[in-house]
């Protein structure tokens, strides 16, 4: 295609060559050759559809370069041209997505609701309400997020979008202190998806929904699953600390004492590190180890 575009640019299928050079490109993931190719051609393009494909190549290629702002510009002008082409509803979750990382939530929103209004027979309108409740989770509207999520699983049950959209609803619900319909849903990701990479990272949203719903034994049982994952890290600190909490609430003082400490010697400089040593010490103190108590105290 590209010696097609070299050598006969006079020929009437010439746009159609230029597009699939585009095309051709950005399906090998050769994103900065894409954005090069066809901002040198998207002038001589003649038809608006012609115009538009162009600059969503250009868009979704500065998008998978982490070029947000670049890619807002080139899929808003592909939009303008025609707001209609057959890339249109694509072009506006991609939209949506370089308008958030710019922490533009009002805008992609709106560009979000355009796509559920103008095209009600897309095939990205799964995405688009997941996006939406991503949105609306991280404004802490845990409501609506929860109501989108639901909106994701009841409309696209087989959608990709559908385990993260459980997943997102489990989590709208645990902050919104629902906890038992925290467990709930977990539970129900855990038991459909017994395969899915979300499947560790849900054990221990459940443990945590657990144990604020008075459930620390199932609680325990939770993180256990998790850390057959091999957490590093922070993660794996905040895992032994709930696990830890859990302990306490089952009066297992030995064990939290052991859990605590293991946080203390592997991640000293762990964020809640204050609240380990406090619960280390009150650990201690309740197995009348008073004076290692005091000490942490």
Do not use: C
């Not at 538009?52 to 807002?72: M, T």
């Not at 459980?166 to 855990?190: C, E, M, P, R």
Request: aromatic share 10%; no cysteine; hydrophobic share 40%.
């Amino acid at each position: 295609f590209a010696t097609l575009v070299k050598d006969h640019a006079a020929h009437a299928e010439i746009d159609v060559w230029r597009l699939r050079w585009g095309l051709t490109l950005y399906l090998q993931k050769k994103y900065a050759e894409t954005v090069t190719a066809m901002e040198s051609l998207a002038k001589d393009l003649k038809s608006p559809d012609s115009k538009a494909e162009a600059n969503y190549y250009i868009g979704v290629s500065q998008f998978s370069q982490d070029k947000f702002a670049e890619a807002e510009k080139a899929l808003s002008t592909a939009l303008a041209a025609n707001p209609k082409f057959r890339q249109a509803d694509e072009s506006l979750v991609y939209l949506a997505r370089a308008q958030r990382k710019e922490n533009k939530a009002a805008e992609a929103k709106k560009t979000l609701d355009q796509l559920i209004k103008n095209f009600p027979e897309s095939s990205f309108l799964d995405q688009a309400n997941y996006r939406l409740g991503e949105i609306a989770f991280a404004e802490e509207d845990y409501k609506t997020a929860g109501s989108l999520y639901d909106t994701v699983v009841s409309k696209w049950p087989d959608s990709t979008f559908a385990p993260y959209a459980v997943y997102g609803k489990g989590w709208s619900q645990l902050n919104a202190k629902d906890y038992a319909a925290a467990a709930t849903t977990f539970t129900a990701l855990i038991s459909k998806h017994k395969e899915h990479s979300l499947l560790p990272d849900t054990h221990y949203a459940r443990a945590m929904a657990r144990r604020l719903s008075n459930d620390a034994k199932g609680a325990v049982e939770d993180i256990e699953a998790y850390l057959k994952s091999n957490p590093e890290g922070t993660a794996k600190a905040d895992a032994l600390y709930e696990r830890g909490l859990a302990e306490v609430s089952l009066k297992d003082n030995a064990a939290a004492e052991k859990t605590f400490a293991a946080i203390l010697k592997d991640n000293p400089k762990y964020g809640r590190v204050d609240s380990v040593v406090n619960e280390l010490a009150w650990a201690l103190k309740l197995q009348d180890k008073s004076a290692d108590a005091s000490k942490y105290f």
